[in-house]
C-alpha cells in the first residue's frame, strides 16, 4: 500500500493526501470529554470471551508491534455493550509516545496518557474477511484501554520481553499462550462512538470502545516501550473534533467484572 509514517513528510497532518477519508466526519482519534457524553440506558455491558483464545505471533509492522490471534473460529470475542452480534478478537498493539511518553490517542479532556491498548475484532457474522470488515462501517469494534505508569505490571513483562525480539521492522516471533484478559482494567465502564481507524487507510469502520479505568505501567516498561516507540502519533487537526453524537457513557449499572 502507500507509505505513511509519523514524519514531517508523511505524518497524520498529510495523509489526507493519500487518505481522503481523513477528512471525513467519523474520523479516530477524539478528546473524550465526559461531561458531553450522554448515558445510555440501552447500553449493556460489554463482554469478553477471551478464555480460549489463541496468540499467535508478535509482530512489527513498522508502525506498531502487533499480538496476532487465531481468528478462524469465535473462540475469542467481544460482544454487548453497543455491538449487535459477537465481533472476533483479530489482534492487538500499542500506542507509545515518544520521549514525553504521551503517547495514547485518546485523551480525555485534552489529557493523554502514556500509552494506549487496541484490542482490534472484526464482525465475522456479516463479512467473511478482516479486510473485508475492515471496510464497512459496522466492520470492527477496537477496545481502548489506556496506560499510565505507576507499579510494575504483572503481566507486561511478557510482552515486553518479546519485544526485544521485534525491535526491527518486518521481524516476526512466536508468541503463544498470551491471553489479554490479564492486561483489563477492574472495571469495564466504558465510552462508546463510531469512528475510524487511527492510521491509514484510515477507514471510518471502527465502532469505539474506550475503557475509563487506566492499566498501570511501570515508568520502566513505559519507557521501555517509549524507547522502541515507532513514532509518535502527533495530534491530527481534526482530531480533537468531537463527533456529532457526544460519546455515549456506558450503562452506569455496578456489574462484576468477568473473572479473570
Ligand atoms: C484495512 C487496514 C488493515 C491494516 N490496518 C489495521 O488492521 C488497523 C487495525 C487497527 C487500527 S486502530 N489503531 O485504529 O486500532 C489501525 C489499523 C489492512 C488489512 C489487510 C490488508 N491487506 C492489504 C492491506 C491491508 C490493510
Ligand atoms: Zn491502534
Redesign the pocket.
Known sequence: ?KHWGYGKDDGPSIWHQNFPVAEGDRQ?PIDIMPQQASHDPNLGPIVLNYDHCTSLNICNNGHSVVVEFDDTDDRSVILGGPLDNPYRLKQF?F?WGGKGCHGS?HTVEGNSYASEL?L?HWNAVKYRS??EA??APDGLA?LGIFLETGDDHRWLHTITDALYMVKYKASVTDFKGFNPKCLLPSSLHYWTYLG????P?L?ES?TWIVLKEPIAVSERQASFECSCSLGRKRIRGYAWKITSGPPSLSKAGKYAPPIN
Open positions: 500500500g479516530s498493539h500506542h490517542e487496541h482490534v478482516f479486510g475492515a471496510s477496537v475510524s481507524l487511527t492510521t487507510p477507514h471502527v
